[in-house]
């Protein structure tokens, strides 16, 4: 069996890409246009000024790139990174008819790399304006709402559930695509504006919803969501059997193992997360990793430059291919997994069609291990005990506003994203996080002003 030390696993779980190098960069910010009216700052969600950001750094005033990124970004260190920017910021440069677009994400991660290297504090806190505003939830859009806020003059509490704040971006995206360091500096970014972030803190449990609607002027929910949901077929419980965020997780915080090496590895389900969970295992040394849909890669959620990265990986997929039983040995250890094969029926409520399973088609792959990526549960208990209006856990807001149907709590990210592809980005809940800092400022300022 082939044998990995240690040293060697947390080799294989650095970035995979490396950062351009000063006279790279420079070289590609002067193949800059600086369009006037910039198509690519219509494509970030965001608002990123990038012509001004790369002006900057072609002109060395990287500290004034990384304050223009991260004014509209809080956290585009992370954004620089796993952002779809083929999609959207790079996908709109006019040099596409031309040549190539410019590496947009590549700029936006030296330039924020520069700051995080050198220590720099981008942003000081603002007088304050007496109101106060507790955030549920220390993810992106969490600390985007909080960070305005706090620039606004707001003194704002963060409650998060985990050991520290970052949400998907500290324990959800494998280290060698987000670093947790990335994330790390984006939070403290933050707390420097005097925000106070309460970590172990579950909302509902260790603090009350009602002191909590009684100690704060205005509320945001910024929870996230949850852990990837039963799969409802018998052999869930066996030794073997991963939850797709706790697995990705545990490599984030160092809980890497031998466990995987030289072992067969089933993953159930075909997103962004499924991807991970596959390309950690190749990482941790699995022998073979196959990732089992029961659509087509059509319907798949995960982003294009993520299938692609995993099939480089070596990763395997069978589409239209659905588990129906996890199979253990007599001391309840993983063997195999029994499935079935699909077809595509008539069209759901989301756009895509329903698998349907073609009889007789059962067969067994051999494996010794299963990760569970089929999507993430709700926080059904949170959103009841505020009292929220919400459709199966997707909370409902006004979409200008993002207020619930309580007019002192507002939400933003995961909370409020329905099915989609490509909705539920990192830098749509920033943007979100913004939106929401911005609609509770006016709120307080047209009633100050009335008064």
């Given at each position: ?14 970035e995979?890409?490396?950062g ?8 590609e ?49 992370s954004?620089?990174?796993?952002c ?9 440069c006019?040099?596409?008819?031309s040549?190539?677009?410019i ?26 304006n ?21 620039r606004?003059?707001y003194?704002?509490?963060?409650f998060?559930?985990?050991?520290k ?10 280290s ?27 909302v ?9 609607l ?14 990837v949901p039963?799969l ?18 545990s490599?984030?915080?160092g ?23 596959a ?54 250890k ?13 069209q759901?409520d989301?756009g ?12 067994v ?6 990760i569970?990526?089929?999507g993430?549960?709700?926080?059904f208990s ?24 309580n007019?002192?709590?507002?939400a ?12 539920a ?23 100050e002003t009335?008064?």
């Open positions: 069996m082939q044998r990995i030390s240690l040293t060697n696993l947390e080799r294989n779980f650095q995979v890409e490396p351009l190098t000063t006279q790279e960069a420079i070289e910010s002067n193949r800059c246009l600086y369009c006037y009216d910039a198509p690519c700052i219509k494509a970030c969600p965001t608002g990123i000024d990038i012509p001004t950001f790369i002006k900057k750094i072609a002109s060395g005033n990287l500290l004034g790139s990384a304050k223009t990124i991260m004014s509209s970004n809080p956290v585009g260190a954004c620089a990174r796993v779809p920017t083929e999609e959207l910021c790079e996908g709109a006019v040099l596409n008819h040549t190539k677009p590496m947009i994400g590549n700029l936006q991660r030296f330039a924020t790399d520069w700051a995080i290297h050198n220590d720099k504090t981008l942003f000081e806190p603002e007088e304050s007496g109101r106060t505003v507790a955030v549920i939830g220390g993810g992106p859009a969490g600390l985007s709402a909080a960070r305005e806020l706090a606004f003059g003194a704002v509490t963060i998060e559930a985990a050991d704040a970052g949400g998907l971006n500290t324990y959800g995206i494998v060698f695509r987000l670093p947790q360091r990335i994330s790390f500096w984006e939070v403290q970014q933050v707390e420097k504006l005097n925000v106070t972030i309460k970590t172990n803190t579950i509902g449990k260790d603090l009350s919803v009602k002191d909590l009684e100690g704060f002027d205005t509320v945001v929910l910024a929870a996230g969501m949850g852990h039963s409802g077929i018998d052999g869930e419980n066996l030794d073997g059997v991963y939850d797709a965020i706790e697995f990705v997780k490599t984030k915080d809980g890497i193992t031998e466990d995987f090496i030289g072992k067969k590895v089933v993953v159930i389900g075909a997103g962004n997360t499924a991807i991970d969970g390309t950690c295992s190749v990482r941790l040394g699995a022998e073979n990793v196959k990732i089992l849909y029961r659509r087509t890669a059509d319907e798949m959620t995960a982003y294009d430059f993520e299938y692609e990265f995993a099939k480089q990986d070596g990763v395997e997929f069978r589409w239209l291919t659905a588990p129906k039983q996890i199979i253990g040995d007599e001391n309840g993983v063997i195999g997994i029994q499935c079935i094969k699909m077809k595509l029926g008539e759901e989301d895509r069609r329903r698998p349907v399973p073609l009889e007789g088609s059962e067969h792959i051999p494996v010794d291990a299963v569970k990526a089929i993430q549960t709700r926080h949170l959103i009841e005990q505020l009292g929220l209006d919400h459709d199966g856990g997707v909370v409902r807001v006004d979409p200008k506003t993002l207020q619930t149907s007019p002192n709590i507002f933003c990210g995961d909370v409020i994203f329905g099915k989609g592809k490509g909705e980005m990192v830098v749509t809940a920033a943007q979100q996080g913004k939106d929401v800092a911005f609609a509770i400022h006016k709120q307080f300022t047209a009633v009335v008064n």
